[in-house]
């Protein structure tokens, strides 16, 4: 499993990265591999305001449908519209073309960890 070392973790499987007062979201390898193939992603409304630990966005497989949790709290600023046309960008690049949403926060969780952390967590 591929866990870039940049980013930070949660234990409900959302990567984070921080740029400014912005953060991206989307879901870990491990989380799009347990998964399976990705059919479907329900994002969040641009501008609505969410807390840390709130489910936001929901991803639907073969296997199941997930919440995905807010790692903060603020305004959803931007969200991935190429996955309404190509969910399976979650399995394909969940770390690049597969990201959910965007969080201008004002709150970050105190529980995201780095990619050591993250990966001895999985094990």
């Given at each position: 499993m591929e866990t870039p070392v940049e980013l930070k973790y949660a234990k409900t499987h959302e990567w984070v990265n921080t740029e400014g007062d912005v953060i991206t979201?989307?879901?870990?390898?491990?989380?799009?591999?347990?998964?399976?193939?990705?059919?479907?992603?329900?994002?969040?409304?641009?501008?609505?305001?969410?807390?840390?630990?709130?489910?936001?966005?929901?991803?639907?497989?073969?296997?199941?449908?997930?919440?995905?949790?807010?790692?903060?709290?603020?305004?959803?600023?931007?969200?991935?519209?190429?996955l309404g046309d190509s969910p399976e960008q979650v399995n394909e690049s969940p770390y690049e073309g597969g990201w959910l949403f965007k969080v201008r926060f004002t709150d970050l969780s105190d529980d995201l960890v780095d990619a050591q952390e993250y990966e001895q967590y999985m094990e």
């Open positions: 979201v989307g879901i870990s390898d491990y989380a799009q591999d347990q998964l399976g193939d990705v059919v479907y992603v329900e994002l969040p409304e641009l501008g609505r305001e969410v807390s840390i630990g709130e489910a936001v966005a929901v991803v639907e497989s073969v296997k199941t449908a997930s919440d995905i949790y807010s790692p903060a709290s603020g305004v959803i600023v931007e969200v991935n519209e190429a």
